[in-house]
Nanobody, 116 residues
Framework: QVQLVESGGGLVQAGDSLRLSCAAS????????MGWFRQVPGKEREFVAH???????EYAESVKGRFTISRHKTKNMVYLQMNSLKPEDTAVYLC??????????WGQGTQVTVSS
C-alpha cells in the first residue's frame, strides 16, 4: 500500500523558514516524479514544485528563489525548504508522487501558517 506522510508544518512569522518532509512507502519511488502542492480552503490546489527522477526541478513562479525541493532516493524522502515565508504561503502542503505523467498518489497534508 502506497503511503505518503508529510511533516514539518507549523505556525511561523513572515520572513521565517520551514522545512517540510515527505516520507514515501509502499514501493520504490526513485523513478517517480515527486511534487509539492498546496491548497487553501475555497481555492484550487496549486502546484508548488516538483523534482523528476533525473533530479531536474521546476517551481511555481510565486515560490521561485525562496523554496527548494530535494529528494533522498534511497530513503524515499522528499523535502521542501521554504525560506522568506510570506502570509500568502499559508496553506495545507501536500506531497504527491507520479509514476508517469500524472500525480496519482497523495499525502494528507501538513498545515503551514505564516503570520504577518
Amino acid at each position: 500500500q502506497v503511503q505518503l506522510v508529510e511533516s514539518g508544518g507549523g505556525l511561523v512569522q513572515a520572513g521565517d523558514s520551514l522545512r517540510l518532509s515527505c516520507a514515501a512507502s509502499g514501493r520504490t519511488f526513485s523513478a517517480y516524479a515527486m511534487g509539492w502542492f498546496r491548497q487553501v480552503p475555497g481555492k484550487e490546489r496549486e502546484f508548488v514544485a516538483h523534482i523528476r527522477w533525473s533530479g531536474s526541478t521546476e517551481y511555481a513562479e510565486s515560490v521561485k528563489g525562496r523554496f527548494t525541493i530535494s529528494r533522498h532516493k534511497t530513503k524515499n524522502m522528499v523535502y521542501l525548504q521554504m525560506n522568506s515565508l510570506k502570509p500568502e504561503d499559508t496553506a495545507v502542503y501536500l506531497c504527491a508522487a507520479a509514476p508517469s505523467r500524472d500525480y496519482v498518489y497523495w499525502g494528507q497534508g501538513t498545515q503551514v501558517t505564516v503570520s504577518s
